[in-house]
């Protein structure tokens, strides 16, 4: 079955860099577009990059730009979202997400990581 | 970039219908049929309940429709019940690569 599993919870001091972990198995990463979404204390969901299914071409949204790497290893189905230059409000959940596709439609998230709390307190 | 905007908080009475609006723009909602809704209840990552505006994934209930009109989508959930309070989410594709999700609503079974 699809399972994405994300690495465990972090704490950083301001203006460092974070990078979370995604194992996902259960389904062909060459298939698949994969997300990154946060979610702030008590707050709503925030878009943040995806990846497409060969892993070369990103898309960030654009509070992110410069800050932001999104990246794959296909040889052990490992994503990553590294983040820098980090700020105290960028303390959230980070979250994995899959890509659905039913035929001719797409761009809704399947299968969601159990998320990665990050904490940046100095 | 702002988010989709949603209501704040919908309530309704147990077997009630509510509908949650979720307002947008000429470069997401109203440019594509990517309307996707989640539901996230607390402590819980977010489940998808409606995607490609009126498609309901095998297991979700059927009393959970989307629809959309110009630059609102919309999702009703009619016969409410108990487990439905939780927050729920729109999301749309927005320019030629990037999505968003909506502020967010709060569903209430009184």
């Known amino acids: 079955q699809v399972q994405l599993v994300q690495s465990g919870a972090e704490v950083k001091n301001p203006g460092a860099s974070v990078k979370v972990s995604c194992k996902a198995s259960?389904?062909?990463?060459?298939?698949?577009?994969m997300h990154w979404v946060r979610q702030a204390p008590g707050q709503g969901l925030e878009w943040m990059a995806l990846?497409?299914?060969?892993?070369?071409?990103?898309a960030y949204a654009e509070k992110f730009q410069g800050r932001i790497t999104v990246t794959r290893d296909a040889s052990t189905s490992m994503f990553y979202m590294e983040l820098r230059t980090l700020r105290f409000e960028d303390t959230a959940l980070y979250y994995c997400?899959?890509?659905?596709?039913?035929?001719?439609?797409?761009?809704?998230?399947?299968?969601w990581g159990q998320g990665t709390l990050v904490t940046v307190s100095s | 970039q702002s988010a989709l905007t949603q209501p704040a908080s919908v309530s309704g009475s147990p077997g009630q219908s509510i509908t949650i609006s979720c307002t947008g723009t000429?470069?997401?909602?109203?440019?594509?049929?990517?309307v996707s809704w989640y539901q996230q209840h607390p402590g819980r990552a977010p489940k998808f309940m409606i995607y490609?505006?009126?498609n309901r994934p095998s297991g979700v209930s059927n009393r959970f429709s989307g629809s959309k009109s110009g630059n609102t989508a919309s999702l009703t959930i009619s016969g409410l019940q108990a487990e439905d309070e939780a927050d729920y989410y729109c999301?749309?594709?927005?320019?030629?690569?990037?999505?968003?999700f909506g502020t967010g609503t709060k569903v209430t079974v009184l």
């Open positions: 997400a899959r890509e659905g596709r039913d035929g001719s439609i797409w761009g809704y998230l399947d299968y």
């Open positions: 259960g389904f062909p990463l060459i298939t698949y577009y």
């Open positions: 990846i497409n299914p060969n892993g070369v071409s990103t």
């Open positions: 000429s470069s997401d909602i109203g440019a594509y049929n990517s």
């Open positions: 490609g505006v009126t």
């Open positions: 999301s749309s594709k927005r320019g030629s690569t990037n999505y968003v």
